[in-house]
Nanobody
Framework: QVQLVESGGGLVQAGDSLRLSCAAS????????MGWFRQAPGKDRELVAH????????YYADSAKGRFTISRDIPKKMVYLQMNSLKPEDTAAYYC??????????????????WGQGTQVTVSS
């Protein structure tokens, strides 16, 4: 089993920064992919960023490019999402997720196998 625990959400103003953290435990992650998703009220859960645990290759949604950075700390089994220049439209619950697929799994939430409980990010204007 895999357990994922997010932290770092909060209430910030537009233009501020936040760093979300995801602590992973359980099985070996050497072949996993890790993603950060977000879901705003009334909207679908969307992939924000993805990183390969093995080689560190990344993917970003257009909304995140240039502002967000996903990274991982292999010894600590941590995944981070650094979010800069936050906008009110970034307001959402943010979820850490893991997929057992070694390659690029695509953007669908259904390609991910394990989920954290989520952390709320609220950006005021």
């Amino acid at each position: 089993q895999v357990q994922l625990v997010e932290s770092g959400g909060g209430l910030v103003q537009a233009g501020d920064s936040l760093r979300l953290s995801c602590a992973a435990s359980g099985r070996s992650f050497s072949r996993y992919g890790m993603g950060w998703f977000r879901q705003a009220p009334g909207k679908d859960r969307e992939l924000v960023a993805h990183i390969s645990w093995n080689d560190g290759s990344t993917y970003y949604a257009d909304s995140a490019k240039g502002r967000f950075t996903i990274s991982r700390d292999i010894p600590k089994k941590m995944v981070y999402l650094q979010m800069n220049s936050l906008k009110p439209e970034d307001t959402a619950a943010y979820y850490c997720a893991a997929t057992v697929q070694a390659g690029w799994p695509g953007r669908s939430r259904y390609e991910y196998d394990y989920w954290g409980q989520g952390t709320q990010v609220t950006v005021s204007s």
